[in-house]
């Protein structure tokens, strides 16, 4: 396939995204879905445009980088709009998969032109570790890694659908709040933030913004990497702790691991999701509520 030809059928799968977000946003409850789906879903195609019209290499791998989080971020709104259910999966369907090969597509393109632009010698070998004069492995002393610490807690409320690590959860009630709620993301996105010496989410994402009313909590983590890479910094894993007395969500941990992964630009196997019970103890053992803590380690920008 050409780039040309690329460039059409990156903008026709736009229009199909503008045409269900227009469907997907009849519910009040979707309509910040169908508003991620509209950004994300036609900027594929535009900023792909812009790649191939790049002055240089560096600068087309840097725009197709952009076109890879674009696509990434388009497949992950289809995704949260198939589990809804209120989509007939016959038109849905064909949509996730266009997505999922034009994913592929732009990665495997710009794996292709990175590794052109390192020559034909192929990649530079990894140095060894600097050594010390008694031979032991020294740190360079320019590259940091940080801790942070997170911990939310909201509250049960009914007529809320139940959003934890990014999925949909099966469950009479859901959180109450001014995003979607996701407290095990919440934690996470605090303690990225607290390792990198960021003030915390409610600083970031107040709850007296309403462009970001029903804002996706997967969406807060990728802009808290953003935030990360701004300050100099880029997350290496997390370990988090949901505590609630229901629902068991051991069934969908690794579409949470996945999805959270996939957020900050982690391996899954980097993204460490545990549940527990309060032992019916306090507002959370009475199921007034769900709490989550997070640990999450970063490392500063070379």
Not at 217 to 244: H, M, Y
Not at 264 to 287: F, Q, S, W, Y
Request: proline share 5%; net charge positive; with cysteine.
């Amino acid at each position: 396939m050409t780039p040309r030809e690329l460039e059409e059928r990156a903008k026709q799968f736009g229009i199909r995204c503008l045409r269900l977000a227009e469907v997907v946003s009849g519910a009040v409850v979707h309509q910040p879905i169908a508003r991620q789906l509209l950004r994300s879903g036609t900027s594929v195609g535009a900023n792909y445009r812009a790649a191939n019209r790049a002055r240089s290499r560096d600068e087309f791998i840097a725009k197709l980088g952009t076109v890879v989080e674009e696509a990434d971020e388009t497949l992950h709104w289809l995704e949260l709009i198939r589990e809804t259910r209120r989509i007939p999966a016959a038109r849905l369907d064909p949509l996730i998969l266009e997505a999922s090969e034009l994913l592929a597509i732009f990665s495997s393109s710009r794996k292709t032109a990175k590794s052109n632009r390192e020559g034909p010698a192929g990649p530079k070998p990894a140095r060894s570790p600097a050594r010390s004069a008694n031979n032991q492995i020294t740190r360079s002393p320019n590259r940091q890694m940080r801790v942070g610490l997170g911990y939310d807690i909201h509250r049960l409320v009914a007529g809320r659908p139940l959003i934890l690590g990014g999925v949909r959860i099966p469950h009479a009630m859901g959180l109450d709040g001014h995003s979607d709620a996701d407290v095990l993301c919440h934690a996470i996105a605090d303690a990225l933030l607290g390792a990198a010496g960021q003030r915390d989410i409610g600083h970031h994402f107040p709850n007296t913004d309403e462009s970001i009313r029903g804002i996706s909590s997967i969406e807060i983590l990728r802009r808290v990497r953003t935030i990360l890479k701004a300050a100099g910094f880029e997350p290496v894993n997390v370990d988090a702790t949901l505590v609630a007395e229901a629902p068991k969500i051991g069934p969908h941990i690794d579409r949470m691991q996945a999805r959270i992964a996939r957020a900050i630009r982690l391996k899954p196997g980097c993204v460490g999701i545990k549940a527990t019970t309060n032992e019916m103890l306090g507002a959370l053992g009475r199921r007034e509520g769900m709490a989550a803590l997070a640990v999450a380690s970063v490392r500063s920008i070379d």
